[in-house]
């Protein structure tokens, strides 16, 4: 008798566990003429696992069209599907860093963190708008390959990457270059890219968020060593290096400065000599978001412009995961304030870099904070089409 008790108790528990699930009517719902049987018959179709889902598949920034951009072109294989406006390229390097390596995870992090963000489900609740929904086709280009072996080499890889995808016809007939959002990767990374820029529209301002000013002179004893030149290529010299090559202009600015120098006035006079203006963290304190927007206009004003975000302009508490770490920066809603109030400007070209998410916090702080950095950005560009001058 006892061993027949267990039994039906088995039954009925393997009866319960296999049993439909049926959720009750929803009150007030009347469902369409032909609708109560497709929910009827939903668990018996095959469409249901066809359906794209926003954390299923292969991951995309923002749940973007995946469009191999550095294949095909050489050979003249293109197609209407493969030509984009605005393309996310990542450039997964970190061995030109000079603290705590990590971001050539960067790429891979943001993307996993903009997952979030759906194209059809992105409708801004300060402009109304949805940059996916405009003008411009945005596709992600997925990554640079780079070796981190050589330095040297892993630079020219990416130079030639930001020739090949800009150089591919855009889907716009009447703005026929497209432009590149880049997801870092190290610093290093901007000179390739400011590189790609001045050959389609010459030299550009600058606007670089960060809390060092990256100009940096190579030849200084602390950050090149005599037994390899190459290192005086790194993401604190870049910025140098590009005015040395003529890519930016006398017209460009930091934002958010407040790390240490090496030499008392030696820096800030190469920083001038490099044609960059400062604005340092806590003068946002005294400006006001609204007076930090102002200065940055006035400084770029009739130019075109390249915007650089280093996730370390954000002060620790809200981006732990970066190489170099600095105490008291803006906070996440003072940078997007800060981002949505250049509308108008000339952009055409930008990027997000210098994210190592092994230091995030489990809740991805930092990732989340430069997925929401690439779609202002994306925004900036919508909003302002610019023709090329090549």
């Not at 993307?111 to 708008?129: K, L, M, N, Q």
């Not at 981006?319 to 109030?341: H, K, M, N, S």
Request: aromatic residues 8%; glycine residues 8%.
């Amino acid at each position: 008798m006892f061993r027949l008790s267990i039994a039906l108790i088995a039954l009925y528990s393997v009866s319960i566990q296999a049993r439909d699930i049926v959720f009750p009517p929803v009150a007030g719902y009347v469902p369409r003429h032909g609708a109560q049987q497709q929910l009827d018959s939903f668990s018996d179709s095959s469409d249901d696992v066809v359906i794209p889902g926003t954390f299923s598949g292969l991951v995309s920034f923002a749940n973007l069209q995946y469009v191999d951009c550095l294949k095909g072109l050489e050979q003249g294989v293109l197609s209407d599907k493969e030509k984009f406006d605005i393309a996310i390229l990542g450039a997964p390097f970190d061995t030109g860093t000079t603290a705590r390596p990590g971001a050539r995870f960067g790429p891979t992090g943001i993307r996993g963190a903009s997952r979030r963000i759906e194209p059809d489900f992105a409708w801004s609740a300060y402009t109304g708008e949805n940059v996916f929904k405009s003008w411009a086709k945005i596709v992600d280009c997925g990554d640079a390959p780079l070796t981190f072996l050589d330095n040297t080499v892993a630079l020219k890889q990416l130079d030639r990457a930001h020739k090949i995808v800009s150089g591919r016809p855009a889907n716009s007939s009447e703005y026929t270059t497209p432009r590149i959002i880049m997801l870092g990767g190290d610093h290093t990374t901007t000179l390739s890219a400011l590189r790609s820029t001045f050959h389609h529209w010459g030299a550009v301002s600058v606007i670089h968020f960060d809390s060092h000013i990256d100009t940096w002179d190579p030849s200084h004893a602390v950050l090149t060593s005599s037994l390899n030149l190459s290192s005086g290529v790194n993401h604190g010299t870049f910025l140098h290096i590009a005015h040395e090559e003529g890519l930016i202009r006398n017209t460009s600015i930091h934002a958010g400065i407040r790390g240490p120098m090496s030499r008392p006035k030696g820096d800030v006079r190469n920083d001038i000599r490099c044609g960059f203006d400062m604005i340092k963290a806590r003068e946002i304190d005294r400006l006001g978001t609204d007076g930090i927007i102002r200065r940055l206009k006035e400084r770029i004003a009739g130019s075109k412009v390249y915007i650089s975000v280093d996730i370390d302009v954000l002060d620790p508490a809200f981006a732990p995961a970066t190489g170099t770490p600095e105490v008291g920066g803006w906070t996440t809603r003072e940078l997007f304030t800060i981002l949505d109030g250049l509308s108008g400007i000339e952009l055409i070209g930008a990027d997000i870099v210098e994210v190592a998410p092994v230091y995030d916090t489990a809740a991805e702080t930092t990732s989340l904070a430069a997925a929401e950095v690439a779609h202002s950005l994306l925004a900036l560009m919508v909003q302002e089409p610019v023709a090329s001058e090549d």
